[in-house]
Antibody
């Protein structure tokens, strides 16, 4: 069974940092590209970042470019999102998702709250 | 960046209605488009990928069409379980989403 489990969310002050993790199981993690997607309370889905299976190709949304860094460790079946210089508008549920055709499997999400 | 414009933002319909949602890309994305259904408090569910391919396990009343910059999602006969919010997403470059269409009961 494919499973994606996010962790690392929480309350952080503006300007702070947080590192999200996504533990993958039930499939060959190293064969798939992955995405981070977020959803602010009551708002729509916002794509955040993409990483290819080998980490050779990485994309970011303009809203997080220069502040967030996506990475993966295929030996540990894990995906990461390092978030620096956090702003109020980064408050959201953050999902990791496997890309196969579309994003066919999603985690349950982890809530990041940026507030003083 | 590729922008995705989805319409309408809200749609009121009845059980049994045929429903169509449109998504327009700011530049050609070939057929690299997916459609998702999301219910409150849940992760999105993939319905359609590569513009017109039905994800395994998704009812055949859902269909997608289009290529280039214009795409549509059609629900042939709306069922009670289909009242939800629908999103398109391009994955030609990055993964921009449309702003969503809430399908509500008329």
């Amino acid at each position: 069974e494919v499973q994606l489990v996010e962790s690392g969310g929480g309350l952080v002050q503006p300007g702070g940092s947080l590192r999200l993790s996504c533990a993958a199981s039930g499939f060959t993690f190293s064969s798939y590209s992955m995405n981070w997607v977020r959803q602010a309370p009551g708002k729509g889905l916002e794509w955040v970042s993409y990483i290819s299976s080998s980490s050779s190709t990485i994309y970011y949304a303009d809203s997080v470019k220069g502040r967030f860094t996506i990475s993966r460790d295929n030996a540990k079946n894990s995906l990461y999102l390092q978030m620096n210089s956090l702003r109020d508008e980064d408050t959201a549920v953050y999902y990791c998702a496997r890309l196969s055709g579309g994003n066919d499997y999603w985690g349950q999400g982890t809530l990041v709250t940026v507030s003083s | 960046d590729i922008q995705m414009t989805q319409s309408p933002s809200t749609l009121s319909a009845s059980v049994g209605d045929r429903v169509t949602i449109t998504c327009r890309a700011s530049q050609s994305i070939s057929s690299w488009l997916a459609w998702y259904q999301q219910k409150p408090g849940k992760a999105p569910k993939l319905l359609i990928y590569k513009a017109s391919s039905l994800e395994s396990g998704v009812p055949s009343r859902f269909s997608g069409s289009g290529s280039g910059t214009e795409f549509t999602l059609t629900i042939s006969s709306l069922q009670p379980d289909d009242f939800a919010t629908y999103y398109c997403q391009q994955y030609n470059s990055g993964g921009t989403f449309g702003q969503g269409t809430k399908v509500e009961i008329k």
